[in-house]
């Protein structure tokens, strides 16, 4: 099994709907990430939580929310989609510094039309 | 604020040849450096890593890198590439340390010619 698993793997939604992308882990990490690739722009930090009572804002947080359900999950919401949140989104985990690897996903791409 | 560049947004070798991609940096206090690689409809795997200590850093797949602070740069390289190396690559620094809030440069996506 995956040690970083998002569901679903691809999804098409219409402007306006709420969707959610889940993450789950198994490699028994606090720190928790969102992050979002467009082509040519690498990736970018959505929202990363350090613990289950701990959620921060990255650098592109507007128009997405989330939620720590368990050291283990982390979902990432679009409240009311719109087309230029088309992307290709990852979750990913990793252990405390100074050695901690990050883990990513597979990624989940998203299409709002 | 961290920031990473990889002046090289596409590169094209053949088969055999060697390898540098470049990267370089903006960052305060020392540097959590990283290589990944992301296949076509993968995630992205670890290369390599750079916390402290050596500046040469070897990694998997035959590739190392070099850590340089005077030239603020973190250069991949591979002496013979092989087709199943095409893939984009990503360099990011840990802004907070370790793995922690990673900023990624753009990406350098490799064609390997046969």
């Known amino acids: 099994d995956a040690d970083v698993t998002q569901t679903p793997r691809n999804r098409i939604t219409k402007t306006g709907k709420r969707i959610m992308l889940e993450c789950s882990q198994t490699k028994g990490h606090d720190r928790m990430y969102w992050y979002r690739q467009d082509p040519g722009l690498g990736l970018r930090l959505i929202y990363y939580?350090?613990?289950?009572?701990?959620?921060n804002k990255g650098e592109i947080s507007d128009g997405y929310s989330v939620s720590r359900q368990a050291q283990a999950k982390f979902s990432l919401s679009l409240e009311s989609a719109i087309p230029n949140q088309t992307a290709l989104y990852f979750c990913a985990t990793s252990g405390s510094p100074p050695d901690g690897e990050a883990f990513f996903g597979q990624g989940t791409r998203l299409t709002v039309v | 604020a961290q920031s990473v560049t990889q002046p090289d947004i596409h590169i094209t070798v053949s088969e055999g040849a060697s390898l540098e991609l470049r990267c370089n940096y903006s960052y305060g206090a020392t540097p959590y450096l990283f290589w990944y690689v992301q296949s076509p409809g993968q995630g992205l795997q670890l290369l390599l890593k750079y916390f402290s200590g050596d500046t040469l850093v070897q990694g998997i797949k035959g590739f190392e890198a070099e850590f340089k602070r005077s030239q603020s740069s973190f250069n991949l390289r591979k002496p013979s590439v092989h087709w199943s190396d095409a893939a984009e690559y990503f360099c990011a620094v840990g802004e907070q340390g370790g793995s922690e809030k990673l900023v990624f440069g753009k990406g350098t996506k490799l064609t390997v010619n046969p």
């Open positions: 939580s350090f613990d289950v009572k701990d959620i």
